[in-house]
């Protein structure tokens, strides 16, 4: 800790004398860290949280290295499309946990009182300014922020662009979420577009993910609740972790993972899903009027933070009659495909809809014992396939 703190009296000590100075002892300590980072991570911590750790850190030093391919953020800007103009995001609030990290932030927030900054103003977003006033944080290409979260930001973007003498761009996000203020934002998103190739030189196209273009997508199905018209609605997205564009008219192999950690190739796959959760639901078996045997499964899928995704199944044939005595509670490993299907609700009045329901037609179901064993209905859906 006390090397810590003494690195942060240099930098303190060094804004004063040699801002230059101070800004590459900065970014040299910050580099010595992510080298442990790679080379000697903390082992109590997760191989995920190593990696974000790593990834942060990049985040922070890159604008040091290049500010003149960065721009000033605020939390919830949008920063994917200044990626897409070669921008790197410049985080205020990031940067200044990272200086408060560093034990460097005690004369920035005095350097920013000083100058008239209001005592009861954001500590992040006084510690940022009264770093930008030392000259220790270098001038970005420009700065983008919107009203989200903190009223702050109303002021220390626009005084960061004055004392910078960039350009700037303000993302007004209304509080209320209807049809006529996510036009509003998409217009903004639009004349942001415009602002970044301004001030860039770059035009923004959407030449690289044209339809028609063949993607490999590893990530997780996820759901949430959406309340439209009085009544919650289950939507189904796919979390993208990692998208390939794969090459047209050419037979691609991809690694795939095994139970036993072992790598191996095999020829691409077009729709695989593999879940384990809990039945969190009495599945509802029936029969079609042409004697298809169907079953309806509901499962819980766990994920971090404490949160579950509900992800509706459906089973066909053997699978499915063997779902209709699976217990409520019951874990559960499903290897299916995500499949959209139509179907006719009929209303009170007598009228059809058409809709289209999303679900993961089950190819194999594995039952997952208390102990460990599994019990495994290998069957695999021919009518789904």
């Known amino acids: 800790m006390k090397i810590i703190e ?38 109590r911590l997760m191989p995920a949280e190593q ?20 721009a000033i953020v605020s939390i919830f800007t ?16 990031g940067f200044s946990c990272y200086l408060s990290a560093s034990k460097a932030e005690r004369a920035f927030l005095q350097q920013a009182e000083n100058t008239g900054i209001s005592e009861t103003l954001c500590s992040y977003h006084k510690t940022f300014i009264g770093a930008a006033q030392k000259k220790v944080l270098p001038k970005p290409k420009c700065i983008v922020y919107t009203n989200l979260t903190c009223d702050a930001n109303l002021l220390t973007f626009k005084k960061l662009a004055k004392m910078y003498d960039v350009p700037i761009f303000a993302i007004d996000v209304p509080m209320q979420q209807n049809e006529d203020n996510v036009q509003y934002v998409a217009d903004q998103l639009r004349k942001l577009k415009d602002f970044i190739e301004e001030c860039t030189g770059k035009k923004i196209t959407d030449e690289t993910l044209t339809e028609g273009k063949k993607l490999l997508i590893k990530g997780q199905f996820r759901s949430y609740n959406s309340f439209e018209n009085e009544r919650n609605k289950l939507i189904l997205t796919v979390f993208a972790k990692d998208v390939q564009e794969l090459p047209e008219n050419e037979e691609q192999e991809v690694e795939v993972e095994g139970e036993d950690g072992e790598i191996a190739k095999k020829e691409e ?60 509670g019951t874990q559960v490993k499903i290897i299916g495909r995500v499949q959209s299907r ?44």
């Open 342 to 385: 139509q179907y006719e609700k009929k209303h009170e009045d007598g009228t059809v809809e058409t809709k289209t329901a999303y679900e993961v037609s089950v190819c194999s179901l594995e039952v997952i014992n208390e102990e460990g064993n599994e019990n495994k209905e290998e069957t695999e859906n021919q009518e789904a396939v």
């Open 269 to 328: 796959m077009t729709n695989e899903v593999v879940l384990i959760g809990f039945v969190c639901k009495k599945p509802i078996y029936r029969q079609t009027p042409f004697g298809r045997e169907i079953a309806d499964l509901l499962l819980a899928v766990n994920r971090a933070y404490n949160k579950s995704d509900y992800i509706p199944t459906i089973a066909w044939g053997r699978n499915a009659r063997f779902c209709q005595n699976i217990e409520v």
């Open 51 to 70: 990696y974000l750790a790593r990834l942060m850190m990049d985040t922070m030093i890159r604008p040091l290295e290049r500010p003149e391919e960065s």
């Open 78 to 93: 949008p920063c994917e499309i200044l990626q897409e103009a070669g921008l790197h995001p410049y985080n205020v609030e």
């Open 6 to 43: 003494t690195y942060g009296n240099y930098i303190e000590k060094w804004s004063n004398e040699d801002p230059d100075r101070a800004r590459w002892l900065l970014k040299t300590g910050w580099k010595a860290q992510n080298l442990k980072f790679r080379f000697a991570p903390d082992k």
